[in-house]
Each structure stands twice: as structure tokens, then as C-alpha cells.
């Protein structure tokens, strides 16, 4: 399973989103800290869920930051994220 995968997998099992991308955006940092040439180190995450319902986008971020504190601690270098609920 790819890195892509496994965050989407998470992702969609926690959150149940309405709608959801992940883009490995690891080939627009070539030279940059933490790049490795195999790729999987920088992601972009757009997500719409009820779950952030009522949310600031700060705990979003939290959120989603804490679902995925193992692959950040491991080969994940920088995740953007665009956390919203339904209707935003």
C-alpha cells in the first residue's frame, strides 16, 4: 500500500468525508528538506467532512494531524491541509 493510500484509508475510516483528495506533491520539492527520491514525503489534503461541523481550523488540523502522527513522525515531511464542512 502506498503512503497515498494509507492516509487515504485513514482518513476515510475516521472522518467519513463527503469528499476527500490526496496528492503526493513529493516531485514539487526535489532538493528541498526532507524530499527523499523515492517520493511520499509531501502531501496535500482536501477534505470535506460533518465532522468538522462547529470546528475552528485550528482543531481541524489537529485533527487530522493527530490521525496521521505516525506517518508525520516517519516518511511523511509536510502535509497541507484544507479541512472544511459541508455547505463552507
Not at 485513514?10 to 532538493?31: I, M, N, W, Y
Not at 526532507?34 to 468538522?52: C, D, K, L, W
Amino acid at each position: 500500500m502506498t503512503m497515498k493510500d494509507n492516509i487515504t484509508k485513514k482518513l476515510t475510516d475516521a472522518f467519513a468525508p463527503l469528499s476527500l483528495t490526496v496528492t503526493d506533491e513529493s516531485h514539487l520539492h526535489a532538493g528541498h528538506m526532507g524530499h527523499r527520491p523515492e517520493g511520499e514525503t509531501h502531501f496535500r489534503v482536501n477534505i470535506v467532512s460533518e465532522a468538522f461541523e462547529g470546528k475552528s481550523r485550528l482543531d481541524r488540523h489537529r485533527m487530522v494531524n493527530t490521525l496521521l502522527a505516525a506517518e508525520l513522525a516517519g516518511t511523511v515531511h509536510a502535509l497541507a491541509v484544507k479541512a472544511i464542512a459541508p455547505g463552507e
